[in-house]
């Protein structure tokens, strides 16, 4: 089959899948996701189909919304693309791309490196960071009912992922635990060029925070 049609097919999954989604993890966001990867690969030697696949598929099921279960998105992954007839090898790489591309505190070891990894890690990294991750962030602590900032609570850089996926911390102390630390662990390149204005974005609302914080004491 051609591969503009397995693209245009895992669209519409996705979409039909995602539509009732968390608004931080929704179509738009695998949108965003997608059209960075696109403008990353054009930098790098990748293989463009397993990097939009990839992409498409990175939050098909997001284990934060399936009970800590990360072998579902994978295998929903796998079950969708054998039903087009993609062949086994993109398949491959594709459910690598879905079972690595995750923060989960930054304190793992990964079990698989590719470019195409690289550039889809990236871009949802990105989508992490500036102006869009700060909204992302804060959406996603109303959703989980978190409060905003408590001065009691103080940011920890987790030990291992258990303790990252388990934390109810307010959601100020998210862009300590990861935001922050997104520029500094880009692969590509054109990722750690894109990184650099969106951190500092990150870092000067920070700034203008907490001097409202302390300007209503």
């Known amino acids: 089959m051609n591969p503009t049609i397995w693209i245009s097919q895992t669209i519409l999954f996705v979409k039909k899948e995602l539509q009732r989604a968390e608004g931080g993890h929704d179509w738009w966001h695998i949108e965003r996701v997608w059209i960075i990867a696109r403008k990353i690969a054009a930098t790098e030697e990748a293989n463009l189909l397993i990097v939009e696949l990839g992409a498409l598929l990175h939050d098909i099921a997001d284990s934060k919304f399936h009970q800590g ?19 086994e090898d993109i398949i491959f790489q594709v459910e690598q791309i879905i079972r690595n591309i995750s923060f989960k505190g930054g304190n793992f070891e990964i079990g698989f490196n590719s470019s195409e990894l690289n550039i ?46 388990a934390s109810t911390a307010p959601t100020i102390n998210h862009f300590y635990e990861k935001l922050l630390q997104l520029r500094d662990r880009m692969n590509t ?29």
């Open 69 to 87: 279960d990360e072998t579902l998105g994978p295998q929903k992954a796998r079950q969708f693309l054998q039903s087009i007839h993609v062949d």
């Open 189 to 217: 390149q054109t990722g750690k060029r894109m990184a650099e204005q969106r951190h500092q974005f990150m870092e000067e609302y920070l700034e203008q925070f907490f001097s409202e914080i302390e300007g209503n004491r």
């Open 120 to 165: 889809v890690q990236d871009a949802d990294r990105l989508d992490a960071m500036g102006a869009i991750g700060i909204a992302r962030t804060f959406h996603y602590g109303g959703f989980k009912n978190r409060e905003i900032y408590n001065p009691d609570i103080q940011p920890q850089l987790h030990q291992n992922r258990e303790q990252y996926k």
